[in-house]
């Protein structure tokens, strides 16, 4: 009866510390950084803002993400460390590729397309309602830069 308890109660702890470990290992920061190292497909990256104009805190990609739920504005300035999804005012496309950014994750809904290398001072149809984004794909719909 003692071992039972022993392992019942050694058990549980390590199941509930990988609970924890496990959540916190997925991609959500595997494509963010605070510079654009170009390490993407497409030779560069885009850079989402906290404020319009380019300004406040920001968050570099440079891969597709489907959903930027678990991602934060991660350089210095206003808004660092807040989520990233539904708070992008403005963007910058450091990228040969064109870049289509969704205002529903999975890629879908109003979207906005900044072609190679263009800035957007003030996201049109997804300000504030960004949700997800991929490189090379636009619709006839998006407002494009």
Not at 28 to 46: K, L, Q
Not at 52 to 58: K, L
Not at 65 to 92: H, I, Q, R
Not at 113 to 132: R, V
């Amino acid at each position: 009866m003692n071992i039972r308890r022993a392992i019942s109660t050694s058990v549980v702890p390590l199941a509930a510390a990988i609970a924890l470990i496990i959540p916190t290992a997925g991609a959500a920061s595997a494509t963010a950084s605070t510079g654009c190292n170009a390490s993407g497909t497409h030779n560069g990256c885009i850079r989402l803002f906290y404020n319009s104009n380019r300004a406040g805190s920001s968050t570099y990609f440079d891969a597709n993400v489907s959903d930027l739920a678990g991602y934060t504005f991660l350089t210095s300035g206003t808004g660092k460390g807040n989520a990233v999804k539904n708070n992008a005012a403005s963007a910058l496309n450091d990228s040969p590729s064109m870049v289509t950014i969704y205002y529903n994750s999975g890629y879908v809904g109003a979207c906005d397309t900044l072609s190679a290398y263009a800035i957007s001072d003030q996201l049109h149809y997804t300000y504030n309602n960004d949700a997800s984004f991929r490189w090379d794909y636009t619709r006839s719909d998006c407002y494009d830069f």
